[in-house]
């Protein structure tokens, strides 16, 4: 695995660096994939914390840093003239950090008792 962190290193700040410019960029610019926002905001957030975990194998602590940063961001379209924050949106976000998270931990867990047994 330590031959892949550095890519995994690298799509995770192209993911995260894609995720700021999507929330704080004109409307203009962003690509839409066509589903609604809420999908969006959650496949963005359960993929970036998914390759977090690949990469830090501590799920937990990565979704205590991911959690904040998720709802932080949607906060702070407030502070851009053409956007609003909106609590389901970073709900939304915040979900798929928690779901990402989850399902890591129990993955790991799982490879943990097999490797016991």
Request: net charge positive.
């Amino acid at each position: 695995m330590s031959g892949r962190r550095p890519w995994l290193l690298l799509l995770i700040a192209v993911l995260l660096a894609a995720i700021v410019f999507a929330a704080l960029a004109p409307p203009g610019w962003q690509i839409r994939l066509g589903l609604h926002w809420l999908v969006e905001h959650f496949i963005a957030f359960f993929g970036l914390t998914a390759l977090a975990c690949l990469a830090f194998a501590r799920p937990l602590l990565v979704a205590a840093v991911l959690l904040p940063f998720a709802v932080g961001l949607e906060m702070a379209q407030v502070l851009t003239p053409d956007r609003t924050a909106d609590p389901a949106t970073a709900l939304s976000a915040a979900a798929g950090v928690a779901v990402a998270a989850l399902v890591a931990d129990a993955v790991l867990t799982v490879r943990k008792k097999r490797r016991k047994a």
